[in-house]
């Protein structure tokens, strides 16, 4: 039963993985930004039941059966937290820091323009 219960659970991660690997390659050229948000935060809640299915059957067998679909999850996981930092600082580069000789800093209006 176990066995099953085991295979049955890497295939459905698998697939799971698959696509969301899929719509996380869409952003930002055919999907809008928030389908990343939604792509990481899918991956993260995935990761984190079979983690805890792994700790429950460790506890039981004494050896990890969901390895390969966590270090895959794991991977999916930091690849799309380095792509949200990434975009989060091109914004803020652009919007803030490009053109900074055209501000009057010292004035105390948050986005003053002359």
Do not use: G
């Not at 295939?11 to 050229?29: H, M, N």
């Not at 506890?59 to 991977?75: A, C, G, H, I, T």
């Amino acid at each position: 039963m176990r066995a099953n219960f085991v295979e049955a659970s890497c295939k459905v991660a698998t697939a799971v993985l698959e696509r969301l690997e899929e719509r996380s390659k869409d952003v930002p050229s055919r999907a809008s930004l928030q389908n990343l948000y939604a792509v990481l935060s899918t991956a993260v809640h995935v990761y984190q039941h079979f983690k805890m299915y792994d700790d429950l059957m460790k506890k039981q067998s004494r050896k990890p059966l969901f390895l390969v679909p966590l270090q895959r999850y794991q991977e999916l996981i930091s690849v799309l937290q380095f792509q949200v930092k990434n975009y989060c600082i091109r914004v803020c580069a652009t919007s803030i820091l490009q053109d900074a000789e055209s501000h009057y800093w010292d004035d105390c209006k948050a986005f003053y323009e002359v």
